[in-house]
């Protein structure tokens, strides 16, 4: 079952904050959040686990609410190099090894100077 | 993290023909998995890949249209097959990588860009 992604999109100005959230109504083993720019790959930022963990790298950083199913990703003073399509990715907790991602429909965010 | 190469980057082909795209991974992975992405869509699990075993196909895909091939740890192929416009589309192939044991990171190649004319 897709997570659901919100808001669809967001345009910023360089240096405010964006929260970008995603959500399951099935039980989570994990959180995965990739960056896609237009015509490449996405790009792997980070993962969370069930458990309530928070990751950070820098000026982005996600949590993940265990009870809630849910998990938000968080950019603070976001840079232009922010721009680009935010997809979450999750795995089911009763995936057991298969372990595949099934991907949100993404969030657009434009930073602009 | 692992370096990921396809092959074509591109590739514009006639309907009723098959391409096949080719991933390679630069260390050894235990599973693989084949995306397709259509334009500005999000990304949609076509298959898993592990070696020495059948791949596992998702709901909505089969194995007769794409066919899938993992000869060993580091590589693997895609077939799109009887190619019609609807299969124009972007496929990618991802690998999963463990941290420490207890992550399970997945990393993806460039993808393949695919025209049906």
């Known amino acids: 079952q897709q997570p659901v992604q919100s808001p669809q999109a967001v345009i910023l100005r360089e240096g405010e904050d964006a929260v970008i959230n995603c959500s399951s109504s099935?039980?989570?083993?994990?959180v995965h959040w990739y960056r896609q720019k237009h015509g490449e790959a996405p790009v792997f930022l980070m993962i969370l686990l069930k458990g309530g963990e928070q990751k950070g790298h820098e000026k982005i950083s996600a949590s993940f609410n265990e009870k809630k199913q849910q998990s938000s990703l968080y950019l603070t003073a976001s840079q232009l190099s922010y721009s680009g399509t935010y997809f979450c990715g999750t795995v089911l907790l009763s995936s057991g090894s298969a372990r595949q991602l099934t991907f949100g429909s993404g969030t657009q965010l434009t930073v602009l100077p | 993290s692992a370096v990921i190469s396809q092959k074509p980057s591109r590739d514009i082909c006639q309907r009723g023909t098959s391409l096949t795209i080719q991933c390679q991974v630069d260390s050894q992975v235990t599973m693989m998995f084949w995306y397709r992405q259509q334009p500005g869509q999000s990304l949609t699990l076509i298959a898993t890949a592990n070696q020495g075993s059948e791949a596992t196909y998702e709901s909505g895909f089969v194995i007769d249209k794409f066919p899938i091939s993992r000869p060993n740890l580091t590589f693997s192929t895609l077939t799109v097959s009887n190619m019609s416009p609807e299969d124009s589309s972007i496929y990618l192939c991802?690998?999963?990588?463990?941290?420490?044991?207890?992550?399970?990171?997945?990393?993806f190649g460039p993808g393949t860009r695919l025209t049906v004319l």
């Open positions: 991802s690998v999963e990588m463990t941290s420490g044991g207890i992550y399970n990171e997945q990393f």
């Open positions: 099935k039980a989570l083993y994990s």
